[in-house]
């Protein structure tokens, strides 16, 4: 495999303590330096606080690595010349020994290799809006459907289609489990008014249930929908109005394929005067305390097992 798995993570999968792992997009395109690179830093901070070993993940010099060094965390934010990566860029990355930002698609692959369930990211791309005509759906969708990682987020990216993300999802089998709420978050809202079939109040229940789904050889990823903390959720009138200008601008300049996002995150910060990159921070970190819970009763569940 091409891939490099930090020391501290193989020890941790080997004695089965719980490892969590962090894509690396957010640290080359979601935000400026330094503070990419302090965020990255602190999620990892938060994670270790709670007995987790926590793994970013990216691709240096074409080997894709579980488990950055805080120097690789540092240089990633840095570096201005990073390929965003997803699934079909993989091949030309490794064979041109590249670096590559992992986006959500990628960092589930590398997760799943190095045998890490947990992934905590921001939230998930999905089916765009206007995509009946426009056919762009984001290759999560088919990643959360084959490969067997549990991927903890605040929904759907709120610039998405969520109704028609969530039927995606259901379509190929994804269970997608609502923590402690009974609707789709939205991102930067915790509201969407969109229900969920599943709720689970617990990181024990969440637990359960990827057990019963790897027990039982089902295959594909586990989607927990972790809402974004009540303190930190923006106005969902004001977050619409905010999307639907950005959208409008990305038509008017024809931003397209894997820069629609990046473009729309960024104008939505431009914007609200940064206020929605405040809260894709705090979600961020909201979701690796979950995210560090559910591991660690996986690893209990575990070794009851044994």
């Avoid at 990355?93 to 990211?121: D, N, Q, Y």
């Avoid at 088919?142 to 289609?161: F, M, P, R, S």
């Avoid at 005067?273 to 809260?279: Q, R, V």
Wanted: charged content about 25%; some cysteine.
């Amino acid at each position: 495999m091409n891939i490099r798995i930090n020391p501290e993570v193989v020890e941790a999968l080997a004695n089965n303590k719980p490892v969590v792992t962090l894509e690396s997009t957010i640290i080359s395109h979601g935000m400026p330096y330094p503070q990419n690179v302090q965020t990255a830093l602190h999620v990892e901070e938060i994670i270790r606080a709670n007995g987790v070993v926590p793994a970013t993940v990216g691709i240096i010099d074409g080997v894709g690595v579980v488990g950055m060094t805080a120097d690789e965390i540092e240089e990633f934010g840095k570096r201005g010349d990073i390929m965003k990566v997803s699934r079909r860029d993989l091949p030309i990355v490794f064979a041109r020994k590249l670096w590559g930002a992992t986006t959500v698609t990628p960092t589930m692959i590398l997760s799943a290799m190095a045998g890490v369930e947990v992934f905590v990211t921001g939230g998930i791309g999905g089916v765009h809006r206007g995509a009946p005509t426009s056919f762009d759906i984001s290759a999560d969708m088919q990643e959360l459907a084959n490969t067997n990682v549990t991927v903890v987020c605040a929904g759907a990216k709120a610039i998405l289609d969520l109704n028609l993300t969530l039927e995606y999802l259901e379509t190929f089998g994804v269970p997608v489990l609502g923590y402690q709420t009974d609707e789709l978050p939205a991102f930067y809202t915790r509201y969407s008014g969109i229900k969920l079939d599943y709720r689970v109040d617990s990181p024990k229940e969440a637990a359960e249930i990827i057990k019963a789904k790897r027990d039982n050889d089902l295959k594909g990823g586990v989607l927990i929908a972790n809402p974004i903390p009540e303190a930190d959720s923006l106005d969902p009138k004001i977050m619409n109005e905010a999307i639907d200008k950005a959208l409008a601008l990305a038509d008017k300049e024809g931003i397209k394929g894997k820069k629609i996002t990046p473009y729309l995150l960024a104008k939505i910060a431009e914007i609200t005067d940064a206020e929605s990159l405040e809260s894709n921070i705090k979600l961020v970190y909201n979701n690796a305390l979950v995210g560090s819970e559910i591991a660690k009763e996986l690893c209990a569940l575990n070794n009851k097992k044994q």
